[in-house]
Nanobody
Framework: QVQLVESGGGLVQPGGSLRLSCAASGFSVNDYAIAWFRQAPGKEREGISCYISSGLDRFYLDSVKGRFTMSLDSAENTVYLHMNSLQPEDTARYYC????????????????????WGKGTLVTVSS
């Protein structure tokens, strides 16, 4: 059974950092792409990035480029989203998702084929 569990969210001051985890079970994160999304209160969900172990991962959201990175712990079957220089506008519930084995080059297809989603972890950036 495929399952994704996000963790690592919390309250952080502007300029701070957090590391979010997406722990996978029922499949290997070495074989499938892991996509990250977020949804702020009252706003639509937006795609952030997509990680694939082949190295062809992508960041789609311009506002996080240069601040967010991703990594993989194969032993833990977990993908991480490292978030630095956090700002209040980064406040949102963050989700990971999977279901395909590639990261699309076109951001319009970010949600294509993502059949499995976690429940999210809340990130609040505030002083």
């Amino acid at each position: 059974q495929v399952q994704l569990v996000e963790s690592g969210g919390g309250l952080v001051q502007p300029g701070g950092s957090l590391r979010l985890s997406c722990a996978a079970s029922g499949f290997s994160v070495n074989d499938y792409a892991i996509a990250w999304f977020r949804q702020a209160p009252g706003k639509e969900r937006e795609g952030i990035s997509c990680y694939i172990s082949s190295g062809l991962d992508r960041f789609y959201l311009d506002s996080v480029k240069g601040r967010f990175t991703m990594s993989l712990d194969s032993a833990e079957n977990t993908v991480y989203l490292h978030m630095n220089s956090l700002q209040p506008e980064d406040t949102a519930r963050y989700y990971c998702a999977t279901g395909r084995y590639y990261c699309p080059a076109d951001a319009r297809y970010q949600e294509y084929g993502l059949d499995y989603w976690g429940k999210g972890t809340l990130v609040t950036v505030s002083s």
